[in-house]
């Protein structure tokens, strides 16, 4: 039971790079949900083929890619049919998107920790609580100027950490 809560958590984390996948190998929205469907039946039905000592998004991706290329043999007589090559490609540039996505996520998180603790309050008036600038310096008995000032400098020093850690990862 362990393992198909895991696996569910793998597939809640990486479904929507399977449907951007499917969707840009499809030219037809509904197509590509009944696809997206069809893609989570094999994944569960093949978990036991799964293994978990490797990344779970590429397995995944192959198994839409089949699941797509079935497809595309029952309506091979269509011109909008994609190349193997450009779905490989599609699969390739989702998978790395992703994996952008996730460093961005984690880099975010490390990068808000050096922040002052100032800013950290002040970072989560603006964007956990939606909280304007004159809000916040309400709150804080600050001024909207002094506030504004803070908030540009905090996104300055975000956009540097986050720079240095992505050429860190590589990204």
Same mark, same amino acid.
């Given at each position: ?26 030219? +037809?929205?509904? $197509?590509?949900?009944?696809? &997206?469907?069809?893609?989570? *039946? #094999? %994944?569960f039905e093949n978990i036991d083929r799964f293994d978990d000592s490797r990344p779970f998004l590429p397995w995944s991706l192959g198994i ?13 007589? +269509?011109?909008? $049919?994609?190349?193997?090559? &450009?779905?490989?490609?599609? *699969? #390739? %540039? ?23 603790p100032r800013s950290q309050e002040i970072c989560r008036l603006r964007y956990e609580q939606n909280l304007l600038p004159q809000e916040i ?35």
């Amino acid at each position: 039971m362990a393992h198909y809560r895991q696996l569910a958590k793998l597939w809640a984390k990486h479904q929507p790079s399977v449907a951007s996948f499917i969707g840009t190998s499809v030219n +037809d929205f509904i $197509v590509a949900e009944e696809l &997206l469907q069809e893609t989570a *039946a #094999q %994944v569960f039905e093949n978990i036991d083929r799964f293994d978990d000592s490797r990344p779970f998004l590429p397995w995944s991706l192959g198994i839409a890619r089949n699941v797509v290329l079935k497809y595309r043999r029952r309506i091979a007589r +269509d011109r909008h $049919v994609f190349s193997q090559g &450009l779905l490989d490609h599609f *699969a #390739q %540039v989702v998978q790395e998107m992703s994996e952008r996505q996730d460093a961005l996520v984690r880099s975010l998180s490390t990068c808000r920790k050096r922040l002052t603790p100032r800013s950290q309050e002040i970072c989560r008036l603006r964007y956990e609580q939606n909280l304007l600038p004159q809000e916040i310096a309400s709150r804080l008995g600050s001024t909207p100027s002094a506030v504004a000032t803070v908030l540009h400098r905090m996104h300055e020093q975000l956009r540097n950490c986050i720079e240095q850690y992505l050429r860190a990862e590589g990204l």
